[in-house]
């Protein structure tokens, strides 16, 4: 389960907090979440400090996400390593 509060705004960008593991139905929530900000004309930040785990669809997600200007901030060692690879070891 994965929880989503807004933060408020930090400059442009509207700040939002996920809790929880982001896996399976909840990326799709998730993913929804933040294409009706897009929709809206809002530049996101996401913390995702207290993420504790995500999938393979969960990572596609955040490396989406990334690749589309949003931020991410308070990413834990481990979740910034399975950023980085496929979440087998081998570079994503």
């Known amino acids: 389960m994965v ?3 807004e933060g408020g705004l930090s400059g442009d960008r509207v700040v ?3 809790e929880g593991d982001l896996i399976g ?3 799709t929530e998730v993913a929804t ?3 009706r900000r897009f929709q809206g004309g809002h530049k996101l ?3 995702i400090g207290e993420v504790s785990f995500a999938d393979r669809d969960g990572l596609r997600l ?3 996400l990334l690749e589309r200007q949003v931020n991410l901030t ?3 060692s481990f979740l910034a390593e399975m950023l980085r690879t496929d979440g087998t070891g081998r570079m994503a």
């Open 45 to 47: 930040t996401l913390d």
């Open 16 to 18: 939002v907090k996920l």
């Open 3 to 5: 929880r989503i509060s």
């Open 74 to 76: 308070n990413c834990s």
């Open 25 to 27: 139905p909840w990326v």
């Open 62 to 64: 955040l490396r989406n």
């Open 33 to 35: 979440y933040c294409e």
